[in-house]
Every structure is written in C-alpha cells, then in structure tokens.
C-alpha cells in the first residue's frame, strides 16, 4: 500500500516480547537481565510463556505551504500480537512482482539526487488496483494495555488516551496536537501503567522509547520566493533547498542518534496522475555545520515533464524530512528494537521549461 506523498513525520518501532520467556522475567527494567530462577515458580513448577507482544509508534506533523499550514498531527501507540506485526511487515513490504518503478530510487552518497520516471497511463492504471483510499497513518493494534499510557520526558509527560476504530482495532493517542505543541526534539520514555493482562505482560518502562529530532526552519525558498504557497522556478537553473534546526538533535541512552535527511520532488499532472515522476536527494551539511541543504541540477530538472509557461499542465509536491533514528537496543523482554522518527515541512512548486531548454532534446 503506498502512503500518501505528504508523509510528514512518521515513526514506527517495534519492541518484541520473547516468546519463550516465562511471565516472571518480565518486569519494569529495561536492561534485558534474567532473574535467577524465574523459569519456576515458587513450586518449581515452570511458569506460563508470555506471548510476543510488538508495539508501533506513529507521530506526525504534516504542514503545508512551507511550514505555514498545519495538516495532520498525532502521536499514537498501539500494541499488537505477532499475527497482526507479520501482516503489517507483509503490507510494508509490499508485492515482489511489483514494476521497478513502483518503488522510487534511492539516493547513497551526500549530495546525491536520483530520479524515478513512470508511465502517466501505467502509473495512473496500477494506482487505481493497488492504492486504497483509507487512512493508513493510524498506528492500529488489538491489544488493550489499560485506558491510557503515557510518554514522558524532564520537560513534559504526554497523555496518550484509548480509542477504538469502526474496525474494533485500538490504539493510544494525544487529545490535542498540533504544530505549538508538537515535542520537537525531545526524548520519551513510554511507560504501561497496566501492562497488557491477557497476553501476560507485566506493567512496565521503556527509557529513552522515542526521540525526535528538531524543527526546521527554512532558509531557502524565502518568503520573497513563496507566492500563494508556491515557487516558480525554471529548469535551467539549479534549484537550492537549505534549512537550519531550531535546536540540537537529542540522544537516547547516552548515544548520539543516527539522522537521514532528504528532500523529495513529485512531479504532478494537473488532470492527470500524481507522482509521475519523483527526484529523491540526499541533503549535505552546510559549510557553517549549522544547517544543510539540497541543490538539485539542471539536468535532473530537464528530465521533469513541465510546461512551457507558469500555471502549465503540471506541479510539483516538495517536501523536507528529517528521519531520527537510534541503536537497537534491549527491551523489559530480553529483545531489541529500532526507533526512528521524522519532522519535515513542504509546498508546492511550479516548474517551468525555460526558452534555452523547450526545445532541448531530452
């Protein structure tokens, strides 16, 4: 399933339960250490397995207009079985038989940018079987864990209350979320003041569960670029994204987090299919190692289907985001998991085949 092209912020974590670790092992320390003993119970009989229990994080902030417009914005945990955790690995995964230029290019190095160019009627066809209009964002589980959980920090504790969807599945959320009081660069720890009881799972504290990485503040497109949320801009020259953070990016037990930070350019028909093509680039530091940016070239520009004129046959979707991530680390069930989170801003452009350039051979 594909995920819409404004994907803004997006955390996922998985935390695994071992499935062979009796009820007794699990407790509110996270340093994965076995008590002695605590395969017996007091009879020395063994004790009753805990099933795998897996936990998503989905936080997102997606503003528009070049920060000036706050869309969607949630924070929400759920707790799901191992059934439920495959088939949201399966639909990630996505088919194998998918066309190549399904899934976009990827950039490797600092600096680089690469393209992804699709059939408009093959594109727009294999959209029409494959992507389904229902929200996708939710982080959605099956497992209760109590009226509400909580993550918490020195500065702030985050209530995250139960909801239940129209398909009876569950998951935690904030009541109030928006771009004021979104926790740019903090760290939280995710605390289950019930624990999960019918999958035998103890109340507990996860240290350091979520890290989010700052806000941006951009530098260039300027508000003297910006035109009814929009920039013109011409193929014939590069086009420079920078941006500095509003703030230092947090550590999570006692390690730097890993970042990876991109800008993306969808290239849209205005009655037609979206994302006909999508340029994917890597963003660099700045020389002052304060902020980074992105300078797409001529050349990829010119490989974009544009019009010869503003307000043409096509626009384009620009987004920056900032993906945190940390070490695997252990749980209170003796396994590990991966965190990562992502902040980003975009708007929309107009690109415009320049004189020099309509005429090119392409």
């Known amino acids: 399933m594909r995920m819409p092209p404004w994907c803004m912020l997006v955390l996922t974590l998985w935390m695994m339960s071992c499935a062979d670790r009796p009820e007794a092992d699990l ?4 340093n994965g250490e076995e008590e002695e003993g605590a395969g017996d119970d007091s009879d020395g009989n063994a004790a009753a397995v805990v099933a795998p229990v897996y936990i998503t994080f989905n936080g997102t902030i997606q503003r528009s207009g070049w920060g000036e417009t706050t869309g969607r914005c949630q924070i929400e945990v759920s707790f799901l079985t191992e059934a439920q955790k495959s088939e949201v690995e399966e639909a990630e995964e996505g088919d194998t038989s998918e066309p190549d230029w399904v899934t976009l290019n990827q950039p490797e190095n600092a600096g680089e940018c690469v393209i992804t160019i699709r059939d408009p009627d093959e594109w ?3 959209q029409a079987e494959h992507v389904s209009e229902e929200d996708n964002w939710s982080a959605r589980g099956t497992l209760y864990a109590g009226e509400r959980v909580y993550l918490s920090s020195s500065e702030r504790t985050l209530e995250l209350e139960l909801s239940e969807a ?3 599945t569950l998951s935690y959320g904030t009541a109030d979320c928006s771009a004021d009081s979104f926790p740019f660069g903090r760290v939280f720890s995710l605390e289950v003041p019930e624990g999960i009881p019918e999958e035998g799972v103890e109340p507990f504290v ?5 890290a989010i990485g700052p806000d941006i503040i951009l530098i260039q497109p300027d508000a003297d670029d910006i035109e009814n949320d929009t920039i013109v801009h011409y193929d014939d020259q590069p086009l420079l994204l920078e941006w500095n953070w509003d703030g230092g990016f947090p550590s999570a037990r006692g390690e730097d987090v890993q970042r990876q930070v991109t800008a993306t350019i969808r290239n849209n028909e205005v009655d037609g299919s979206t994302e006909i093509e999508v340029i994917v680039c890597n963003a660099e530091a700045a020389a002052d190692g304060e902020g980074m940016f992105v300078e797409v070239s001529p050349e990829l520009l010119q490989a974009l289907s544009l019009s010869d004129h503003v307000d043409g046959d096509y626009w384009q979707g620009i987004q920056i985001d900032s993906g945190v991530f940390a070490q695997d680390f252990v749980t209170p069930y003796g396994e590990s998991f991966e965190m990562k ?6 708007g929309f452009g107009d690109f415009v085949r320049a004189a020099s350039t309509s005429n090119a051979d392409l």
Not at 27 to 30: E, I, L, Q, V
Not at 206 to 210: G, K, Y
């Open 27 to 30: 407790g509110p320390s996270s």
């Open 124 to 126: 727009a066809q294999w």
């Open 166 to 168: 129209e398909d009876g």
């Open 206 to 210: 996860l240290d350091d569960a979520l």
């Open 341 to 346: 989170s992502y902040v980003s801003i975009g």
